[in-house]
Structure formats: C-alpha cells, structure tokens
C-alpha cells in the first residue's frame, strides 16, 4: 500500500458521502453488548474517536447516551452532524484525537469504530484511559473481511486484474480473505498498552451481497484505493467490474466479521 499512515487516513474525507452511502455498519447486537459488558448507566457521557458520518454513532445516541465524537475529516464530520441532527445531546468536533484537548476523567466509556488502528497506540490507549472516569471502558470494534462460502474464490481471481491494472496495490503474497478464526486478535495489544486491563472479545459474522457497481462503489472508500491516481483507479475499478459482470453472474458476496473488544481502564 502506498502513502504514509498520515496521507491514507485523511483520504476518507474526500468521499465522505460515498462514504455515508456505500460503507456497511455494525450490528445490533453489538451494540448490546458494548453497554451490557461495559456495565454503562442508561444517559451517561460516551467519546467516540474517529466518528466518520455517525455509522455507529446512531445506535448509540438512540439508547439515549451523549456523545462526543472527535473526527479528523471536515466533510465526515460534516455528513455526521447530517445524520445527527434528530438527536439532543451529541456534537461533533473535528480535529486529530491525539492532539486535541480533552478534560481527564469526564467519559464512562469510549468508542472506536474501525478507526482506532489509525492512530499511535502509545499515544492514544494513554490518553483515552485518562479522559476516562474511574472504572470506565474503551470498545473498539473493526468490521474485517473474512473468507465467506458464498465468495466463490472472486477475491482470489481479482488479484490478477489488481496485478494488471493497479500493480503499487498489488500483493502478490494474497492467498484470499482469512478464515473467520484466522482474523488477527487484538487482545495482546491492549493488555500491552498498561492502560487497560484484559479485554472481553466478541465476534460477529456476517455476509453481504454487491453488483458490480455496488461493490466498485465500496471500493472507492478505501484509503489504498482513493490514494491511487485517477487513471489508475478508473483503470482497476472498470476491470474488477467486468470481473464481477462476466465472470461472477454480475453479483459477489463479501464476508465480513466484526470484532469487538471491551476493557476497563486499569
């Protein structure tokens, strides 16, 4: 993948809509069990770090907790006050979590939704757990592509059209999506950032169905592939769809696993 973590992680904020419109969110159940294993109080204060346009932030304010979401893109945070807008007792703010200035031991939970891999963990577990109250909880949860039955071996067929078209994105080391159990675990670092204690993990698997230009559309979310020049991104995306028109019966199914993990702060 090509571009430094700083240029990928901005490049989000250039399709923010697409974003709003394309991007899967998170199942219900997760969210029952952020606030059932957190032990959270109906009404309390949660941080979300890196809200991108309020995908999770939704079923949060909707269980009737405030919310302050710190995002660093201006038109993600824009389409979240959008979508936000029904709903007392959120806001919004944009800026880099690691630097903007928040009071200590004001949040009984925080929250990252496929965002926090994004930041500097010796920065951000430090001073998530300080913003925190005593007892306090961090969630972090990711959705991941994982191998499903119904993917037909497409992504392993697709490297041949990345090899050929977008060759700096290009992993010649790919052997298809993991398995749902290969999905690297993320407890190791969370217990090794001294900041929280052993996490409780829960997974949760799911499929979902794209058209060509569906999935192409998702396609255009994604950090590596918005980081291409447009030549080589209109290049790739008109081959991956021909792929799935001709060669998948115009229709895929991507798997995915959302991995959740829930801590007290030590």
Known sequence: MTGGRDQLRSTFDG???????????????????????SGIPPGVRILEIGCGTGQATVPLVRRGYEVLCVELGENLAAVARRNLAAYPGVEVRVGAFEEYQIGDGIFDLAVSATAFHWLDPGVAYPKVARVLRPGGSVALFWNEHV???????????????YARQAPEIFDGNYGGP???????DRTAEIEASGSFGPPIRRRYRWDQAYDAAEYVRVLDTYS???????????????????????????????????????????
């Open 224 to 266: 590596g592939h918005r980081n291409l020049d447009d030549e080589t991104r209109g290049r790739l995306f008109r081959g991956i769809g021909r792929l799935i028109r001709d060669g998948f019966g115009g229709r895929i199914v991507k798997g995915y696993q959302t991995s959740l993990y829930v801590a007290r702060k030590g």
């Open 15 to 37: 399709a923010a809509l697409l974003y709003d419109a394309v991007r899967p969110g998170y199942p219900e159940a997760l969210f029952e069990d952020v606030v059932s294993l």
């Open 178 to 184: 993991p398995r749902p159990e290969e999905v690297p």
């Open 147 to 161: 191998r499903s039955e119904g993917d037909e071996a497409f992504f392993e067929a697709a490297q041949a059209v």
